[in-house]
């Protein structure tokens, strides 16, 4: 069952900075005046709800400080845009990036904002013009914006689904020609591929097994998962939330989850740190 604390509000981030960086991070914060690791992806790299998220699995396996920049509803502009982020993963020992979806990234049809990926600002010209019969004032959210425009206009959207990878494969790339280290990239598949991937409710959105081998020639390595234990599913298990979260709790992974990333990333790890 899942561990719910109302009158405390459920779990303590202990949000941080780092540097001149204006992002709060999941804390606590950990030292970068020595070795240490850097972990870089979304909303399953902050690990909300659960107590241990695999970046503190890895620290506590490898005996190790792990920079946790696991980022909410992150793309991958958060981070391309972040010089301090960017100044610190490249002097840490390895830094793992988790591959993120491209619904959260800015390009040709449409700009996110800078900060929080997930929101969508606003349409350019060209998307106006190709989608005219969107009225895309209706939306806030990517997510929501990209459901739609798939339903509506199924035969449109696999232009917007080329535009969406190839704005992905540029700034992954630029991400990772930017860190100066050592790169391993997680990959956690979604729950279906093709062409389950290519919707908007799964991710990572869109990445898929040709955009991971054009980005893969960068790292130094690649840990390749299944989609763990998703709410639903008995994931939220061990999960630590308020009687208001609860409802988010629902597509988070859970501890065990975490486990499994941590599992996998390990020896991976400890073979670049030899």
């Not at 898929?208 to 081998?213: F, M, Q, T």
């Amino acid at each position: 069952m899942a561990y719910e604390y109302p009158a405390q509000g459920g779990l303590d981030y202990f949000p941080c900075r780092y540097g001149k960086s204006k992002l709060l991070f999941r804390g606590p914060r950990r030292r970068i005046d020595g070795d240490y690791l850097a972990v870089i992806g979304g909303s399953e790299t902050y690990g909300k709800f659960v107590a241990d998220p695999y970046p503190a699995l890895l620290e506590q396996g490898l005996g190790q400080p792990v920079v946790n920049f696991g980022y909410m509803n992150a793309g991958i502009d958060v981070f391309v845009n972040e010089p301090t982020v960017i100044d610190i993963c490249s002097k840490a020992l390895v830094t793992v990036v988790q591959l993120m979806g491209a619904q959260n990234t800015s390009n040709r049809f449409y700009a996110v904002h800078p900060r929080r990926n997930d929101r969508f600002l606003r349409a350019s010209p060209l998307m106006k013009t190709i989608f005219r019969e969107v009225d895309f004032t209706e939306f806030n959210f990517t997510r929501h914006m990209l459901t739609t425009l798939r339903v509506q206009a199924p035969d449109k959207f696999p232009i917007l689904v080329e535009e969406l990878r190839a704005a992905w494969l540029a700034r992954m790339k630029l991400l990772l020609q930017r860190i100066e280290g050592k790169v391993v990239l997680l990959w956690i598949e979604p729950p279906a591929l093709a062409p389950a991937s290519q919707e908007p409710g799964r991710d990572p959105f869109l990445v898929d097994a040709d955009l991971v081998a054009r980005v893969r020639p960068l790292a130094a390595g690649l840990v390749r998962l299944p989609a763990c234990d998703l709410p639903g599913a008995g994931g939220s298990s061990g999960m630590i939330f308020s009687d208001l979260e609860e409802p988010q709790t629902h597509g988070m992974p859970g501890p065990a989850c975490h486990a499994e990333i941590a599992h996998a990333m390990e020896p991976e790890l400890r073979g670049l740190l030899e």
